[in-house]
């Protein structure tokens, strides 16, 4: 089975259409699951052994709602970042995702 997400960088060649995904949103549909989240192509470290590469990031942020029965206190959240790599053979994935619901976004992969 091939693998589309990392918990590390994956690093890449630079294109066009790579940059172009930057702050782009994506819902991403895995094991009947859906993910919103944000894309971030982030250039590595000029001093690195992969200067001149760059890397694709899909961060969703979830909320943790906490339950405050029997407290006189409002209700808080915590929200959580979590962040996945995406690899070349995720790329090929992208697709324009053309949405009327409620968190459009504007791409999907459906892994």
């Known amino acids: 089975m091939e693998q589309y997400l990392y918990d590390e960088a994956v690093w890449l060649v630079p ?3 790579i940059r172009g995904l930057n702050g782009k949103t994506i819902l991403i549909v895995k094991d009947e699951k859906a ?3 944000t ?3 982030m250039d590595a470290d000029p001093g690195s052994p ?3 590469a760059c890397c694709v990031i899909a961060k969703n942020y979830s909320h943790e709602e906490k339950d405050w029965l029997k407290s006189s206190k409002p209700p808080t959240s915590k929200s959580h970042l979590r962040q996945q790599f995406l690899g070349e053979q ?3 994935l992208v697709l324009p995702h ?3 619901s409620d968190h459009p976004t504007d791409f ?3 892994l």
């Open 50 to 52: 992969n200067h001149g």
């Open 108 to 110: 999907l992969m459906m």
């Open 35 to 37: 993910y919103h989240a």
């Open 98 to 100: 053309n949405d009327d």
């Open 90 to 92: 995720a790329l090929n």
């Open 15 to 17: 294109t066009d259409k």
């Open 39 to 41: 894309l971030t192509v």
